[in-house]
Structures are given as structure tokens and as C-alpha cells.
């Protein structure tokens, strides 16, 4: 009886597709794995007892309803009506072409789980469907595609005997509703099946012949073996007993056969080896020679019947070599029929007397049943719902999870690994703790952590421990040991543990503190007499405006104080104004430049300047600097200091005075244009004033580029003050106009009159370096009226014109300035020019003068000479003795604390600040420059560094009118 297609079919079965009900079947299972061919199937090798290709062609629709799925465990079978044998074939991931199916479509559960979780779900559905071929069949043939036993074979047949013998009462209860024997539905099974092993190929390849399809073996050649049928025939037996000694020492296989998975006969022959390759190894010769074939027949008219590509390729293996071997050839017809006869020997016993494979002396009646095909294939349906579905009762869930359990060895033993390793990596991470920390430091110990786990953890289950490891550690950092995340406005980290400032919810377990970074620094008050510790400032009106007015009390309250802009409100809600960088509206003829934001959130922490006196730590900062850069140009409303005069201490001035008489008269018209310029410019103010009153919304950026901020005249134009909304930052060049701060960050205050100042003692204040403490002297030359300063005219020196001109009414006022650092330490120091500290030695007069200080920019950071470690002095005063007389001294601080395009800050005066006549005037300078993106803090860079100045114009003066 010829096969046909609508005998194979897939399991489970429809009840229309069993026939002849009453015949007794016997079932061969073939399970195991196939060679790495995507092509090939280890069920092909019993295609040519049909004379077909029943099995093997993976694209073929079984039975009409093949899965699309291949990650699912099929099994297909066919039905021999008339030798009365049921053939089942599981298709597993141990199938080449299964498996590559398979990595197509769990490429996402590799990635969500892991390949060892992924693969094991498929392990655990592999070993229930081998239980199920175990429970059916009565001869499993076990495929294996290389040339000895797969050991592994071992623990799993281990494993499946283990939970049949769990399963076996939930077994019993699926076939009490089947008419079979109390025996079989007690065992669960109708025997203990036969296993025969199947090798693919064997080991005696001692000279393989050129052939490109065959690739047979000349047997001929040894010298041992008179005949390759003997050979293989020895080494059958030999595999035999490897394989028996195994499985008895392992106890897979007993005594009693009933009792044990399996049974192997003990005097027949259970392995079966192929003498030759099943496939052809070169498919480029095969296809051609098949092309070949094909194109000739079809020139036939009646040409021989083409059969289909396997059967063909089979036939025409043979002819395909080269250089055919003799012995090979030979053997391929015996190795075909080889088989068949071998597997017959086993079907037709099994048909006839059962098999009975229980040794030892007192041997037991062996279990062994014939089902009908009926009954066999409604047991079958049961059982295959039982082992491959998920509704499982309680009992049988709990031993496939068992199962699940014992196939994932290598699971076991990594959580055993990991779980021991677990307890060391926590400790490397408490190792050396910190009573607080912040998150980067958590971080830090957190990967020393991880590393000790990884150095000695094993095995899948390290992800699974390392989310543990990391959770540990995190309950370890937020159990008391968190470090407040603020950043002082110097760089320096908040020290105490994570707190809040103010008293929001009672409720919760985070205390009320203030910020501190424990570092202390020194530093003088407004007027520079007195000095105080004072801690790392966090809030901008701590570092500018707090600590300062603390010695309003003790020192500065006597003081007069020039009065700087700052915000006044006429109402009690007043809110911070919405600060948006500005659009300059002047019309000043320098160039303008595109400039973008500042991003100022550069870090501090490695900087000396937030060191006290008797801490360590910090790197030593750099402290000479180089070429200045940004110079400004001159107001309108100043008299230019390029053109002012040289001090009469300078020899060169001596020497050229008697020659600059001729050019008084051209200094007087000049005096005279630059008074006509600056009523000008006042009344150009007072119409823009008019207009801005009209309309006043205030000028803010769209993508316009900005103007050049180092110039005094180019701040923003006026607008009406805001008694409602303040400024939340610092004024500087960028800022909108009408909005000014609640607080000042700059101190203007006299400290005694002019003539408390000696040009011989120097400054007489504590803090400065041994010669630091002197003021520069800056000569003034003016021309007065003896009538309108008689007093000023006959205490200054007249000068001789030239013969034949009377006397001159030419005076010299004598200006005293001079640019104050202060270091963390508390050590203070006077600067001469842009690199070069005032240096005065003992009984020696200091002959420097304010020329250079008074053309240059200064730096805004200098490096202090009070120890090796580099700390900077920072410009916090200004210092100026101006005398009385017919002109007055003002300042116009610029100060640009980043290199550019930062802006340049000022107090916020509209105008230079002019300074009261016959008094020493100190301007303090902000400890911190507070912008809108944050605190500008001193740059690491050396070449930045040199960036960071106040601009040159900060002095200059007024004349008097004489008139």
C-alpha cells in the first residue's frame, strides 16, 4: 500500500482521520538532533522504507495545518495502514531548520530575558514532549548526528525518570476513562520502550576520496580491517558497550525495565551507524548534474518519470563522484537496506512476542500492550494536551515546575554562585563610608561594588543578583547616609546630610538646616578695618550683602555712605521681574559683535580660594597672567586718561613743562568742547527720558546681535524704575533697563579725610602683605582761577612761562588710588600694574606712580604671595584719596568675572560715580558676580583667567566750572 499525503498527520488528530480502528499498532518515535544542514531532517533517514519522501521536507503542509510557528514543538506523523506501525517524528529547536526559525522570532525575548532564559523555556517545552514520545511509543529511535553518544543525553533521561515517576499518578487519572488494562494505567504507558541510538556518521574516515558529492571512506586501506562491513560492525558493538556501561552506572537503565525511563535489549543489537554521508556535501555539482538529468529527459518524448528532488538526489549521490570508491559504493545499497533490516528486526518482535529487556536472576514479567489505532490515537490526544498544554492541575504544576527546575542546572548553580558573592560586594561598598555622601560618590562605590560581584559571580542569574546589588547599596545611601546635592556659589558641595531650609511638611523625616560646605574663609568688612570668618556662601545675598552688614554694628555704622541704586518698593507685594538678556538701543559708533549666552555653571570644587586657614586640599592655582584683552573706550563725559598728564614725579615732565606752555590755550578750548558735549549729552538724555515714559516697555532680544559691552556709554538706555518688581540677579550690560536689585552688592564709604592718608606709612589697615599697603599717587594739572581758588592756587607750585609771558595759574592735585586683593586666608595686597604686586622695602620711600594701573585692565583674580600653594587674591576694594579742589575724582567700575561673551557687571549707576572731595573713599566689590544662568566662578584655565578684569576707565575726573 503506497503512502500519501493525507496519511500524515499532526498531532493531536481528529477523530475522521483514524482508520482501520481495530488494527493493533505499534508506534517508533524518532527524536534527537539533526546535523547542521538547514536543509537537512533526522527523520529522512527512514524515507526509503516508504520509497518516498515522507518525512524531511520542512516546507510541506502537514496535513493541511502545519504551524507557522516553528518555536512550537510539533509532532508529525505518518500512518503505515498496512505494516500496521504509527511513525512519529518531534520536531524540536535541536533541528537545524527549527532552530534558525526559531532565533527569528525570540530575538525580542533574548533581549527582554536573556538568552539563558529564553533558551530554557524552549528546554522545558523540549523535555515535556519528550516525556509525551516516552508515554506512546513503544521503539524511540534517538538521532545523533556525529560519531559517539551525547553524554548530556544522560542528566536529562536522569531528569524526564524523576518526573514521570511524580507525574505518574496524574497520569493514571487522564486514561481511567480509556478502555486499556489496569497495568498500563497504573505505569501510565504501555511498555518501556526501546531505545535505538542512530549515528549519522562514524569515526572510521581514515582517507576520504576526492569525490565532491560522496566524500566516501576508503575502508580498504587499513591494514587492521579485511572487510568495512566487519569494521563497522566492530565498532557498533564497541559504541554498545559504551553506551550500556553508561547508562548502568548512571542507573538510566535497571534490572527491571518497568521501572526504569527506558530499556535497551540486552543481546540485540540497539546502534545502528551509517557506513556512508547521507548527504552530498557539494550541492553545486549536485544541482548541476540534476539540471543536467532534467534538461535531458525533458528531450525525450517519452522520457523516464522525474521524481522529486530528495528521492533524485539520493539516486544520484552515488554517480556524483569524482573519484568513486569501490568498498564505498558497494556499501551504499547494504546501507540502506541496513537499516531498514535493523529497525525491522525490533518492529517485528515488538509485533509478535513484546519486548521483555529485564535481566538479573529473579526476572519480572515485563509490561508490554499493542493498542488499537483507535485507542492509541484518543490516548494520544489526551496526553498531548496533558504534557504540551499549560492547564495542568495542581499536583502535575508543581512537578513540571520541578522539572523546570532541574533542567536549569546552570541557573542553579549561578544563583548559587551569586547569592554567595552578593554578601562581599555589599561589604565593599560600606567599606571607608563617609557619614554622608553625595550621589557621585554613591555612584563610585557602587561600581567597586559591582566590580567585586562580576570578578566572582557566574552564570545567568548575574543581571538578576546585580539589580539586587544595586538596590542593597541604594537602601544603604538613602537610609541616613544621603548628602545634600547643593553647590555653594564658590563650587563647593553642601557637606550635611540631605535637609531642606524651611519647615514645609512636619510630617516627614528630613531635618531643617541651613547649607554648609564646612569651609571657612576670612574676609574684611566694607571699609577694610575689620575682618571676620565667614562661611562658604550658598545664597547670593549671604556672599554680597549678609556678611557685610553684620559689621554695620561694629565698624561701618559710623561711616557715610554714598548711596547706591537699588529697588524701592511702593507696595508690600512685590514679586522678582522676569529677567530676559536685552536689546541695546544706543547709538555708539564702536563695532558691535554677536555674542551668545554665558554658561557659567563652570566648576570651582578643585580651587584654592574656598580654603581657610589650616585646611588642606585644593590644586594650586595659577597666578601670573598674561596679555589683557577687552580694552573699553572712553565716555563722552570723561576727560581721557590716555591724554591726562604725567606726574610731576616724573623726570620726563620736568624736562617738557616749559615747552607745553604754548599748548594752554588749545587745553582751554578743548575744556570748553568737552563742557559744550556733556550738556549735550544731558540733554539727549533728558528727550530719550521723555520718550521712554511714553512708551515704556522694556527692549529685550529677539535675534538681534548684541552690542559691545565693554564700554560704559553702551549700557542700556534709561527707563522708568519698577517699584514692583526687583531684579533677582546682579545689574550688568545685558540686563533690562528698569529693573533694580532688592539688595546692594556693592559698598561705597568714605573712611576719613584726605589728609589721614601718609604716602610714607601707607594705608593704615590690618591684613596686607609686608610693603603691599600703599596707595599709587596720580597728579592732576589743572588750570584755575586765582580769584575763584586762592587757596588752592597759593599752595601750588607756579610754574615759569617763557620770557617775555607772565606767570601761569596752573595747579597739581595729588590723587592717591589703588586695586586691593584679598585671599581666602585673609592676606591683602595693593597691585601697581596689570603683573606686578606694590612692593615696598623698609626706610624707603615708594617712587611707583598710578600711570600703568590707570591705563590698563586689572586682573579680577591675582595669585597671592602668602604661601606656596597659590592661593588667588580676589579685587574686593577700591581705594581712593582724593583732595579738594577744582575738580572731582569719579569711578566707573567695570567688572567682566568670565572671559567673554560674559557681561560686564556694574553698581548700576547710570553715570561715573563722582566721590566726595577731601576723603578716603572705599568701593567694595561683590565677593560673588551673580548672573541669570548663575554664580560666574573662577575659571581653571590659566588663559581664561587672564580674561577675568575690571576695565580700564575706572578712574577719571570732572572739572569744576570756574565760571
Same mark, same amino acid.
Given at each position: 500500500?503506497?503512502?500519501?499525503?493525507?496519511?500524515?498527520?499532526?498531532?493531536?488528530?481528529?477523530?475522521?482521520?483514524?482508520?482501520?480502528?481495530?488494527?493493533?499498532?505499534?508506534?517508533?518515535?524518532?527524536?534527537?538532533?539533526?546535523?547542521?544542514?538547514?536543509?537537512?531532517?533526522?527523520?529522512?533517514?527512514?524515507?526509503?522504507?516508504?520509497?518516498?519522501d515522507?518525512?524531511?521536507?520542512t516546507?510541506?503542509?502537514?496535513n493541511?495545518?502545519?504551524?507557522?510557528?516553528?518555536?512550537?514543538?510539533?509532532?508529525?506523523?505518518?500512518?503505515?495502514?498496512?505494516?500496521?506501525?504509527?511513525?512519529?517524528?518531534?520536531?524540536?529547536?535541536?533541528?537545524?531548520?527549527?532552530?534558525?526559525?526559531?532565533?527569528?522570532?525570540?530575538?525580542?525575548?533574548?533581549?527582554?530575558?536573556?538568552?539563558?532564559?529564553?533558551?530554557?523555556?524552549?528546554?522545558?517545552?523540549?523535555?515535556?514532549?519528550?516525556?509525551?514520545?516516552?508515554?506512546?511509543?513503544?521503539?524511540?529511535?534517538?538521532s545523533?548526528?556525529?560519531?559517539?553518544?551525547?553524554?548530556?543525553?544522560?542528566?536529562?533521561?536522569?531528569?524526564?525518570?524523576?518526573?514521570?515517576?511524580?507525574?505518574?499518578?496524574?497520569?493514571?487519572?487522564?486514561?481511567?476513562?480509556?478502555?486499556?488494562?489496569?497495568?498500563?494505567?497504573?505505569?501510565?504507558?504501555?511498555?518501556?520502550?526501546?531505545?535505538?541510538?542512530?549515528?549519522?556518521?562514524?569515526?572510521?574516515?581514515?582517507?576520504?576520496?576526492?569525490?565532491?558529492?560522496?566524500?566516501?571512506?576508503?575502508?580498504?586501506?587499513?591494514?587492521?580491517?579485511?572487510?568495512?562491513a566487519?569494521?563497522?560492525?566492530?565498532?557498533?558493538?564497541?559504541?554498545?558497550?559504551?553506551?550500556?556501561?553508561?547508562?548502568? +552506572?548512571?542507573?538510566?537503565?535497571?534490572?527491571?525495565?518497568?521501572?526504569?525511563?527506558?530499556?535497551?535489549?540486552?543481546?540485540?543489537?540497539?546502534?545502528?551507524?551509517?557506513?556512508?554521508?547521507?548527504?552530498?556535501d557539494?550541492?553545486?555539482?549536485?544541482?548541476?548534474n540534476?539540471?543536467?538529468?532534467?534538461?535531458?529527459?525533458?528531450?525525450?518524448?517519452? %522520457?523516464?518519470?522525474?521524481?522529486?528532488?530528495?528521492?533524485?538526489?539520493?539516486?544520484?549521490?552515488?554517480?556524483l563522484?569524482?573519484?568513486?570508491?569501490?568498498?564505498?559504493?558497494?556499501?551504499?545499497?547494504?546501507?540502506?537496506?541496513?537499516?531498514?533490516?535493523?529497525?525491522?528486526?525490533h518492529?517485528?518482535?515488538?509485533?509478535?512476542?513484546?519486548?521483555?529487556?529485564?535481566?538479573?536472576?529473579?526476572?519480572?514479567?515485563?509490561?508490554?500492550?499493542?493498542?488499537? /489505532?483507535e485507542?492509541?490515537?484518543?490516548?494520544?490526544?489526551?496526553?498531548?494536551?496533558?504534557?504540551?498544554?499549560?492547564?495542568?492541575?495542581?499536583?502535575?504544576?508543581?512537578?513540571?515546575?520541578?522539572?523546570?527546575?532541574?533542567?536549569?542546572?546552570?541557573?542553579?548553580?549561578?544563583?548559587?554562585?551569586?547569592?554567595?558573592?552578593?554578601?562581599?560586594?555589599?561589604?565593599?561598598?560600606?567599606?571607608?563610608l563617609?557619614?554622608?555622601?553625595?550621589?557621585?560618590?554613591?555612584l563610585?562605590k557602587?561600581?567597586?561594588?559591582?566590580?567585586?560581584?562580576?570578578?566572582?559571580?557566574?552564570?545567568?542569574?548575574?543581571?538578576?543578583?546585580?539589580?539586587?546589588?544595586?538596590?542593597?547599596?541604594?537602601?544603604?545611601?538613602?537610609? %541616613?547616609?544621603?548628602?545634600c546635592?547643593?553647590?555653594?556659589?564658590?563650587?563647593?558641595?553642601?557637606?550635611?546630610?540631605?535637609?531642606?531650609?524651611?519647615?514645609?511638611?512636619?510630617?516627614?523625616?528630613?531635618?531643617?538646616?541651613a547649607?554648609?560646605?564646612?569651609?571657612?574663609?576670612?574676609?574684611?568688612?566694607?571699609?577694610?578695618? +575689620?575682618? /571676620?570668618?565667614?562661611?562658604?556662601p550658598?545664597?547670593?545675598?549671604?556672599?554680597?550683602?549678609?556678611?557685610?552688614?553684620?559689621?554695620?554694628?561694629?565698624?561701618?555704622?559710623?561711616?557715610?555712605?554714598?548711596?547706591?541704586?537699588?529697588f524701592?518698593?511702593?507696595?508690600?507685594?512685590?514679586?522678582?521681574?522676569?529677567?530676559q538678556?536685552?536689546?541695546?538701543?544706543?547709538?555708539?559708533?564702536?563695532?558691535r +559683535?554677536?555674542?551668545?549666552?554665558?554658561?557659567?555653571?563652570?566648576?570651582?570644587?578643585?580651587?584654592?580660594?574656598a580654603?581657610?586657614?589650616?585646611?588642606?586640599?585644593g590644586?594650586?592655582?595659577?597666578?601670573?597672567?598674561?596679555?589683557?584683552?577687552?580694552?573699553?573706550?572712553?565716555?563722552?563725559?570723561e576727560?581721557?586718561?590716555?591724554?591726562?598728564?604725567?606726574?610731576?614725579?616724573?623726570?620726563?615732565?620736568?624736562?617738557? *613743562?616749559?615747552?607745553?606752555?604754548?599748548?594752554?590755550?588749545?587745553v582751554?578750548?578743548e575744556n570748553?568742547?568737552?563742557?559744550?558735549?556733556?550738556?549735550?549729552?544731558?540733554?539727549?538724555?533728558a528727550?530719550?527720558?521723555?520718550?521712554?515714559?511714553?512708551?515704556?516697555e522694556?527692549?529685550?532680544?529677539?535675534?538681534?546681535?548684541? /552690542?559691545?559691552?565693554?564700554?560704559?556709554?553702551?549700557?542700556?538706555?534709561?527707563?522708568?524704575?519698577?517699584?514692583?518688581?526687583?531684579?533677582? %540677579?546682579?545689574?550688568?550690560?545685558?540686563?533690562?533697563?528698569?529693573?533694580?536689585?532688592?539688595?546692594?552688592?556693592?559698598?561705597?564709604?568714605?573712611?576719613?579725610?584726605?589728609?589721614?592718608?601718609?604716602?610714607?606709612?601707607?594705608?593704615?589697615?590690618?591684613?596686607?602683605?609686608?610693603?603691599?599697603?600703599?596707595?599709587?599717587?596720580?597728579?592732576?594739572?589743572?588750570?584755575?582761577?586765582?580769584?575763584?581758588?586762592?587757596?588752592?592756587?597759593?599752595?601750588?607750585?607756579?610754574?615759569?612761562?617763557?620770557?617775555?609771558?607772565?606767570?601761569?595759574?596752573?595747579?597739581?592735585?595729588?590723587?592717591?588710588?589703588?586695586?586691593?586683593?584679598?585671599?581666602?586666608?585673609g592676606h591683602?595686597?595693593?597691585?601697581s600694574?596689570?603683573?606686578?604686586?606694590?612692593?615696598?622695602?623698609?626706610?624707603?620711600?615708594?617712587?611707583?606712580?598710578?600711570?600703568?594701573?590707570?591705563?590698563?585692565?586689572?586682573?579680577?583674580?591675582?595669585?597671592?604671595?602668602?604661601?606656596?600653594?597659590?592661593?588667588?587674591?580676589?579685587?574686593?576694594?577700591?581705594?581712593?584719596? *582724593?583732595?579738594?579742589g577744582?575738580?572731582?575724582?569719579?569711578?566707573?567700575?567695570?567688572?567682566?568675572?568670565?572671559?567673554?561673551?560674559?557681561?560686564?557687571?556694574?553698581? %548700576?549707576n547710570?553715570?561715573?560715580?563722582?566721590?566726595?572731595?577731601?576723603?578716603?573713599?572705599?568701593?567694595?566689590?561683590?565677593?560673588?558676580?551673580?548672573?541669570?544662568?548663575?554664580?560666574c566662578?573662577?575659571?581653571?584655565?590659566?588663559?581664561?583667567?587672564?580674561?577675568?578684569?575690571?576695565?580700564?576707565?575706572?578712574?577719571?575726573?570732572?572739572?569744576?566750572?570756574? +565760571?
Amino acid at each position: 500500500m503506497a503512502a500519501t499525503l493525507s496519511e500524515i498527520f499532526l498531532l493531536p488528530v481528529s477523530e475522521e482521520f483514524i482508520k482501520d480502528k481495530d488494527e493493533k499498532v505499534c508506534v517508533v518515535s524518532i527524536v534527537g538532533k539533526s546535523a547542521l544542514s538547514y536543509s537537512r531532517c533526522k527523520a529522512s533517514m527512514l524515507n526509503p522504507i516508504f520509497n518516498m519522501d515522507m518525512f524531511g521536507n520542512t516546507s510541506q503542509d502537514t496535513n493541511g495545518n502545519r504551524s507557522e510557528d516553528h518555536s512550537q514543538f510539533l509532532i508529525e506523523g505518518y500512518y503505515d495502514s498496512q505494516k500496521r506501525v504509527v511513525y512519529l517524528h518531534m520536531i524540536s529547536p535541536y533541528d537545524t531548520f527549527t532552530l534558525a526559525e526559531l532565533c527569528k522570532k525570540v530575538e525580542k525575548d533574548v533581549e527582554d530575558q536573556g538568552f539563558h532564559k529564553a533558551w530554557y523555556e524552549q528546554d522545558h517545552k523540549y523535555a515535556k514532549a519528550l516525556l509525551f514520545i516516552f508515554s506512546v511509543s513503544h521503539i524511540i529511535l534517538l538521532s545523533q548526528p556525529g560519531s559517539s553518544f551525547d553524554i548530556s543525553y544522560v542528566r536529562l533521561f536522569r531528569t524526564l525518570d524523576t518526573i514521570r515517576v511524580k507525574l505518574q499518578p496524574s497520569i493514571t487519572d487522564q486514561l481511567k476513562v480509556f478502555p486499556i488494562s489496569k497495568e498500563w494505567m497504573i505505569a501510565g504507558r504501555p511498555c518501556s520502550p526501546r531505545v535505538l541510538f542512530i549515528f549519522e556518521n562514524h569515526s572510521l574516515e581514515l582517507a576520504a576520496s576526492n569525490g565532491g558529492a560522496g566524500d566516501g571512506v576508503d575502508l580498504t586501506r587499513s591494514k587492521t580491517m579485511k572487510s568495512p562491513a566487519i569494521a563497522i560492525k566492530k565498532l557498533q558493538h564497541a559504541v554498545e558497550d559504551q553506551i550500556y556501561r553508561i547508562l548502568r +552506572k548512571s542507573r538510566v537503565i535497571t534490572n527491571i525495565s518497568n521501572n526504569s525511563l527506558f530499556a535497551v535489549p540486552a543481546n540485540e543489537e540497539f546502534v545502528y551507524i551509517h557506513s556512508s554521508k547521507p548527504e552530498i556535501d557539494d550541492h553545486v555539482n549536485f544541482y548541476l548534474n540534476h539540471l543536467r538529468n532534467m534538461c535531458q529527459s525533458s528531450k525525450e518524448t517519452e %522520457g523516464p518519470r522525474i521524481h522529486s528532488y530528495q528521492t533524485t538526489r539520493r539516486s544520484l549521490q552515488g554517480s556524483l563522484s569524482i573519484d568513486s570508491n569501490r568498498s564505498t559504493s558497494s556499501m551504499k545499497p547494504s546501507a540502506e537496506h541496513g537499516l531498514k533490516d535493523f529497525l525491522w528486526h525490533h518492529i517485528d518482535l515488538a509485533m509478535t512476542k513484546g519486548f521483555d529487556d529485564n535481566v538479573g536472576r529473579n526476572p519480572v514479567s515485563a509490561l508490554f500492550e499493542l493498542p488499537t /489505532a483507535e485507542t492509541w490515537f484518543l490516548i494520544s490526544n489526551k496526553l498531548h494536551q496533558f504534557f504540551l498544554s499549560d492547564l495542568k492541575e495542581g499536583q502535575a504544576r508543581a512537578s513540571f515546575n520541578t522539572l523546570k527546575s532541574l533542567l536549569e542546572i546552570d541557573t542553579r548553580f549561578s544563583e548559587s554562585r551569586c547569592h554567595k558573592v552578593l554578601s562581599p560586594a555589599e561589604g565593599a561598598y560600606q567599606e571607608g563610608l563617609p557619614q554622608y555622601y553625595p550621589q557621585s560618590y554613591h555612584l563610585n562605590k557602587l561600581a567597586q561594588a559591582r566590580h567585586v560581584f562580576l570578578q566572582n559571580a557566574r552564570g545567568p542569574a548575574c543581571d538578576k543578583y546585580l539589580v539586587q546589588l544595586d538596590e542593597a547599596c541604594e537602601r544603604i545611601w538613602k537610609n %541616613g547616609r544621603r548628602q545634600c546635592e547643593a553647590i555653594s556659589l564658590t563650587g563647593n558641595p553642601c557637606l550635611n546630610e540631605l535637609h531642606k531650609l524651611l519647615e514645609a511638611d512636619p510630617d516627614d523625616n528630613i531635618p531643617v538646616m541651613a547649607h554648609s560646605s564646612k569651609i571657612k574663609m576670612k574676609s574684611f568688612c566694607n571699609c577694610g578695618r +575689620k575682618q /571676620a570668618e565667614r562661611d562658604d556662601p550658598f545664597d547670593h545675598r549671604a556672599a554680597n550683602y549678609e556678611f557685610y552688614e553684620n559689621f554695620e554694628q561694629t565698624c561701618c555704622n559710623k561711616l557715610d555712605h554714598v548711596e547706591l541704586p537699588i529697588f524701592k518698593p511702593s507696595t508690600s507685594e512685590v514679586k522678582a521681574g522676569r529677567v530676559q538678556l536685552a536689546r541695546d538701543t544706543t547709538k555708539s559708533p564702536v563695532s558691535r +559683535k554677536d555674542s551668545t549666552k554665558l554658561d557659567v555653571t563652570a566648576h570651582m570644587s578643585n580651587l584654592s580660594l574656598a580654603l581657610s586657614l589650616g585646611q588642606s586640599g585644593g590644586s594650586d592655582l595659577y597666578g601670573h597672567h598674561g596679555g589683557q584683552s577687552g580694552r573699553s573706550d572712553k565716555s563722552a563725559a570723561e576727560v581721557p586718561l590716555a591724554e591726562a598728564r604725567q606726574s610731576s614725579s616724573d623726570p620726563d615732565h620736568e624736562e617738557e *613743562a616749559e615747552n607745553e606752555a604754548d599748548a594752554e590755550a588749545d587745553v582751554e578750548v578743548e575744556n570748553e568742547s568737552e563742557a559744550d558735549v556733556e550738556a549735550e549729552i544731558e540733554n539727549e538724555a533728558a528727550v530719550e527720558e521723555a520718550e521712554v515714559e511714553e512708551n515704556a516697555e522694556p527692549a529685550v532680544f529677539d535675534d538681534e546681535p548684541l /552690542a559691545d559691552i565693554s564700554t560704559f556709554s553702551e549700557r542700556q538706555p534709561f527707563r522708568q524704575i519698577s517699584t514692583t518688581e526687583y531684579h533677582p %540677579g546682579m545689574i550688568h550690560t545685558m540686563s533690562p533697563p528698569g529693573l533694580l536689585p532688592k539688595f546692594p552688592s556693592w559698598s561705597l564709604v568714605t573712611i576719613g579725610r584726605y589728609t589721614s592718608y601718609s604716602h610714607a606709612q601707607g594705608l593704615d589697615q590690618s591684613g596686607f602683605l609686608h610693603g603691599t599697603n600703599f596707595l599709587l599717587p596720580w597728579d592732576i594739572h589743572l588750570k584755575v582761577d586765582k580769584e575763584r581758588w586762592p587757596a588752592v592756587s597759593e599752595s601750588s607750585k607756579k610754574s615759569k612761562g617763557k620770557k617775555g609771558h607772565k606767570e601761569s595759574g596752573e595747579v597739581s592735585l595729588k590723587v592717591f588710588v589703588g586695586l586691593e586683593y584679598e585671599c581666602p586666608r585673609g592676606h591683602r595686597f595693593f597691585m601697581s600694574t596689570p603683573d606686578k604686586v606694590i612692593k615696598s622695602n623698609s626706610g624707603s620711600s615708594l617712587k611707583e606712580s598710578a600711570n600703568k594701573l590707570l591705563g590698563s585692565d586689572m586682573p579680577l583674580y591675582f595669585s597671592c604671595q602668602c604661601s606656596s600653594k597659590g592661593y588667588m587674591g580676589q579685587l574686593m576694594r577700591v581705594f581712593v584719596a *582724593a583732595p579738594e579742589g577744582p575738580m572731582q575724582v569719579t569711578l566707573n567700575p567695570q567688572v567682566r568675572p568670565n572671559p567673554p561673551p560674559c557681561p560686564v557687571f556694574y553698581p %548700576g549707576n547710570d553715570q561715573p560715580i563722582k566721590l566726595p572731595q577731601g576723603m578716603v573713599s572705599v568701593l567694595r566689590l561683590p565677593y560673588v558676580y551673580m548672573g541669570e544662568n548663575g554664580p560666574c566662578v573662577i575659571p581653571n584655565d590659566p588663559r581664561q583667567l587672564a580674561e577675568c578684569m575690571i576695565m580700564k576707565g575706572l578712574f577719571s575726573y570732572l572739572e569744576i566750572n570756574q +565760571k
